[in-house]
């Protein structure tokens, strides 16, 4: 069982900056692969980052170049910095972890993020 706790979230002008953290409880932290998801009304969770157990990592393009997605296994962390925001970033963030060897898969409860002036 793996709980994912997330903290950062707020409101921010468009071209600042945020981070968002996740902590994670429970064992095995570092075979999960983690990701940063968000979800606006009326519209299906996407997939912000992941990154892998090896520390491979994947961004969606419209985040590419601006959002950072870094782990510490040591802490049983994740984190997505989050530069350069814009008014369409606005979402819900969700932390996941994922592993497909043992089929499983956890959701945090989510944090909001708000871009605007």
């Known amino acids: 069982q793996v709980q994912l706790v997330e903290s950062g979230g707020g409101l921010v002008q468009p071209g600042g900056s945020l981070r968002l953290s996740c902590a994670a409880s429970g064992s095995l932290f570092s075979i999960y692969t983690m990701g940063w998801y968000r979800q606006t009304p009326g519209k299906q969770r996407e997939l912000v980052a992941r990154?892998?157990?090896?520390?491979?990592?994947k961004y969606t393009d419209s985040v590419k170049g601006r959002f950072t997605i870094s782990r510490d296994n040591a802490k049983n962390t994740v984190s997505l910095q989050m530069d350069s925001l814009k008014s369409e970033d606005t979402a819900v963030y969700y932390c996941n972890a994922n592993s497909d060897l043992l089929r499983k898969t956890y959701w945090g409860q989510g944090t909001q993020v708000t871009v605007s002036s």
């Open positions: 990154i892998t157990s090896g520390g491979s990592t």
